[in-house]
């Protein structure tokens, strides 16, 4: 089972679109699902992602013109309960251990924020967590050279393979992460 | 034939079975020499061995293996079963024959000879277990490299290949999900396979199926996945199935030697359906097979495919089945029987629109799985080639052939899509034989498709035929001959129901008489399909015996509008040739009578004949004929010798001749007593044959000449004169007896040479 993991496309504010390299690999029919960890901005990006996959789960960033995403989410995806949130609530952005007690709290196994446009993949205290970047290669307040990324994770039973793609110098890289559920 | 044959052959069946579970231990010569002989001689011969008389296998029919193997004592019939089919001399050729006669409905070795006719094995038995052992491993080998889990950890791949959503043609995810794609599409087709058959709706099965199918379809690249496909398929597992089903069971109770273990081991099932499906896709490949391309070679040039008249299904000939579909229709169906290939054709019913189904799904959906099954097998032996199929087809489309000549374009349609119930599907076996080699197989008899709203009386020129078949019913004739002299005098019997596209003889030859004669031939007719029903025949189908119902009342109503109108339109059609006939009749008379001739008695007489017609047809003289009271009317005396003036039986022709040459009419209408009209005609030259003999066709009746004999007061002869004969007796005499002849009226003769 694919899903798909992206955010932050701030598109039309501080992007136009999702790079073109990246369209070219997202065809719809492969892809069951989409965990979007927020800032779209505006409603043309979720029907983009609609039309990607008819299962989209987006959670509001500090951004997103649409009030009623909710803060956080868990997933059920296989095996696996996939927690969902955009990060700006957490302080400080991106920090660990502040993940690690969101991750607590909504008590799964994969966490997935964002906020920071960076991509992080790491395994802490037996726990995934993922931050997939910014589709788009969005600007960050601290940041500006992005490099743009999504994730697509690959569920199967207790494992997930996620594999990064990264658009670097106009190429898109790929990378394998592997996560066994203990 | 086919039926004394066809019992031969079951007893025959019977005895073997009995001498094998007598003989279980002895040799096979003796078995194979009992069956010779059985062959050769018609009656049935207990043979010798049958010494330990195990009659308590009860009933020997084909359909009871269960009853044999329950019994203790049967305890090896499966192994003899195996025994009998395979391992005899020449068991191939019997095994085709047995197919053909549709012998191996209840084999449980049903799927092995299936093998054999699609020559996934070989007819050496020594090389059986290696042959299917090469089919099971080249599946097994098939699936595991087709069915790739990309997940697996591949080295060596890039990972800007191996990912998920690499769209290279070389990534495994690509691969993946464009089999993924392709197992869509033959699910979609899977699950609804046989409907109405629970055993196809295991998820086990299905995924089996699909599996399957999956293979075959990357192993074919060019072909791919057809829809139609999966309906190939399914019998074979089912056969196969059922046999596996079998097998476990004889497991339980005897011992099973080794080669048929590993024949039928169940566990390769799936393998085994893999391989008879491949041999059989191999011959109906060409039947799928659309070549789309083509289209596209004439869109470059200025190609207008324009052909007037031409039928719609000749505008692209550019696909196998196609052609070999208009070849059905146009060669075979036309050879066979043109009426209803012009029907078809009329009605612009291209066979495309019914026949692809048919021939692709090798006649899947028409009948059900039994049936099905017994026709595959005749399909198969026959050979790799598939040949038969195309009779079958025109078998199947002649058994509806009444249906089809009755219905338009709609109902047509539906009921090809629809094939109605048969009873017998061996019928289309032995006729697709039959109309293959017309010369190495018994004509079978006409069957139809007789439905309700069928009218069996529509036909008129077969009233005197429930009499042939009745009288040789009883005979112990040879049946082919006793099916051709019925099949002779009914011609259309097995078409009850004709249009008047067909040949209008029917409404030719009795063109009066439909109203009073309308209900009893209807019922005199109803009774006939009951009477061929009676025939013997092998399969003792009941023909005709689908009765009556309300529905045929309104039917009958129907029909009685129709003809009626069909009347009118005749005897607006007669009048108008009988005026026209007048017309000519003055104009030649006006002018014989100007040129005085030698011999104008034979012209008077012609004209006058003439004149009868014309009468007839204008309806004045009306034609009935009551044969009964012929010989009365000879009897009389001559009491016409007074009554001069008019003694005719045109008393219109009387009333309305012309007045300034009376004598010569009246010299013409008595010429006319002995050369009247032409249905007369032949009965003037023989008056005995005419008083004897029954003639079926047309009714002669003088209404005018009762009333005339009524105007004059009643002669005593006349009186006893029945106004039906009177003319007919006048007429029949011959013109050699015009002196002597007993009939009174004859005496004018006289009475011209007395005028000069």
Redesign the interface.
């Known amino acids: 089972m694919?899903v798909l993991v992206l955010g932050d496309l701030h598109i039309p504010h501080r992007c136009n679109s999702v790079p073109s390299r990246f369209k070219?690999?997202?065809?719809p029919?492969?892809i069951q699902h989409i965990l979007c960890t927020g800032n779209l901005c505006t409603k043309e990006s979720f029907d983009y992602l609609k039309t990607l996959a008819s299962d989209v789960h987006v959670v509001r960033g500090d951004f997103d013109e649409n009030m009623n995403y909710p803060e956080q989410k868990v997933v059920t995806v296989g095996q696996f309960r996939i927690g969902l949130c955009h990060g700006h609530q957490v302080v400080p952005w991106g920090d660990n251990e502040s993940l690690a007690m969101v991750q607590r709290q909504l008590d799964v196994d994969i966490l997935i924020s964002g906020h920071t446009h960076k991509f992080e993949a790491f395994e802490h205290e037996g726990k995934f967590y993922i931050n997939p970047g910014s589709a788009s290669g969005a600007y960050n307040a601290l940041d500006s050279n992005v490099v743009p990324s999504f994730v697509?994770l690959?569920i199967?039973q207790s494992t997930v393979?996620a594999?990064v793609?990264k658009l670097l110098n106009d190429d898109?890289?790929?990378?394998?992460i592997e996560y066994r559920k203990c | 034939m086919e039926t004394v044959l066809g019992k031969l052959r079951q007893s025959t069946s019977r005895i073997t079975r009995r001498a094998s579970l007598t003989g279980n231990g002895a040799p096979a010569v003796t078995k194979d020499e009992i069956i010779e002989t059985i062959d050769k001689f018609i009656p049935p011969v207990t043979p010798e061995s049958d010494n330990n008389n195990l009659k308590k296998a009860g009933s020997h029919d084909n359909g009871s293996p269960g009853s044999e193997s329950s019994s203790a004592s049967h305890a090896h019939s499966y192994s003899s079963e195996w025994e009998r089919l395979f391992m005899r001399q020449n068991y191939f050729k019997k095994l085709q024959e047995q197919g053909m006669d549709g012998n191996l409905r209840s084999s449980r070795f049903r799927s092995v000879c299936w093998k054999l006719y699609l020559k996934v094995l070989p007819e050496e038995k020594e090389n059986w277990s290696e042959h299917s052992l090469v089919w099971r491993k080249k599946y097994e080998d098939l699936k595991n490299k087709l069915i790739v889990n990309p997940r697996k950890e591949v080295e060596g791949i890039d990972l800007s290949l191996n990912n998920p959503l690499s769209q290279n043609n070389e990534s495994p995810w690509n691969k993946f999900f464009q089999d993924n794609e392709l197992r869509l599409t033959i699910k979609q087709d899977v699950i609804r396979t046989f409907p109405e058959l629970e055993f196809f709706k295991s998820e086990v099965l299905r995924e089996m199926m699909i599996d399957i199918l999956f293979c075959f379809s990357r192993e074919h690249y060019n072909l791919s996945y057809k829809q139609g496909m999966h309906e190939l398929l399914a019998p074979l597992i089912f056969v196969l199935h059922c046999d596996h089903q079998a097998f476990q069971h004889a497991c339980e109770i005897e011992s099973i030697q080794e080669l048929i273990k590993d024949i039928m081991n169940p566990s390769y099932l799936e393998h085994d359906a893999y391989a008879m499906f491949c041999q059989v896709l191999e011959t109906v490949e060409p039947w799928y097979m659309s070549k789309d391309f083509v289209i596209s070679q004439y869109r470059g040039k200025d190609f207008i495919n324009a052909q007037p008249f031409a039928k719609c299904q000749d505008l692209n000939p550019s696909n196998r089945i196609v052609t070999k579909l208009t070849r059905i229709q146009d060669y075979i169906l036309k050879k066979h029987d043109s009426e209803l290939h012009l029907h078809l054709e009329r009605l612009e019913i291209a066979p495309q629109i019914y026949g692809i189904r048919w021939i692709r799904l090798l006649f899947g959906r028409e009948f059900p799985m039994q049936d099905l099954l017994m026709l595959w097998d005749a399909i198969f032996a026959d050979g790799i080639g598939f040949d038969l199929v195309d009779y079958l087809f025109v078998s199947m489309l002649l058994y509806i052939r009444d249906l089809l000549l009755s219905s338009d374009y709609a109902t047509c349609l539906s009921t090809l899509m629809k094939f109605p119930p048969v009873p017998d599907v061996h019928y289309f076996i032995v006729k697709s034989l039959y109309l293959r080699e017309p010369n190495q197989y018994p004509r079978p008899p006409n069957y139809t498709y007789q439905t309700v709203n069928k009218i069996p009386g529509k036909t008129r020129n077969h009233k005197a035929s429930p009499n042939p078949p009745e009288g040789k019913r009883g005979s112990t004739a040879s049946l082919p001959v006793l099916e051709d002299t019925t099949l002779r005098q009914t011609p259309s019997a097995s078409s009850l129901a004709r249009l008047e596209t067909s040949s209008l003889r029917s409404y030719h030859s009795s063109p009066a008489g439909y109203s009073p004669g309308a209900i009893s031939e209807n019922e005199s007719l109803h009774s006939s399909p009951t009477k061929y029903s009676t025939l013997p025949n092998r399969s003792g189908r009941n023909r005709g015996g689908k009765k009556l119902t309300k529905m045929q009342e309104n039917d009958i109503q129907h029909h009685l509008s129709y003809l009626q109108g069909r009347l009118n339109e005749k005897e607006t059609m007669s009048r108008y040739c009988s005026s026209k006939l007048d017309v000519h009749i003055d104009r030649l008379q006006s002018e014989l009578q100007q040129i005085d001739m030698e011999q104008n008695e034979e012209i008077f007489l012609a004209l006058a004949g003439i004149k009868q017609v014309r009468d007839v047809l204008n309806g004045t003289l009306k034609f009935s004929q009551n044969l009964l009271d012929e010989d009365e009317i000879n009897i009389n005396d001559n009491h016409y010798k007074d009554d001069v003036v008019i003694m005719t039986p045109d008393s219109d022709i009387a009333m309305t001749a012309e007045h300034d040459n009376r004598r010569e009419l009246l010299r013409k209408r008595q010429k006319m007593f002995y050369q009247s009209s032409e249905e007369n005609s032949e009965n003037a030259e023989s008056p005995e044959s005419f008083n004897g003999v029954l003639r079926p066709r047309t009714e002669f009746e003088l209404d005018d000449y009762e009333k005339h004999s009524k105007l004059r007061g009643g002669n005593a002869a006349r009186g006893n004169m029945s106004e039906s004969t009177i003319s007919e007796s006048q007429t029949s005499l011959s013109s050699g007896n015009m002196v002597d002849s007993p009939n009174p009226l004859y005496c004018i003769e006289s009475w011209e040479e007395v005028d000069g």
């Open positions: 694919l070219k690999l997202l065809v029919g492969k697509i690959d199967q393979v594999y793609y898109v890289k790929v990378e394998r």
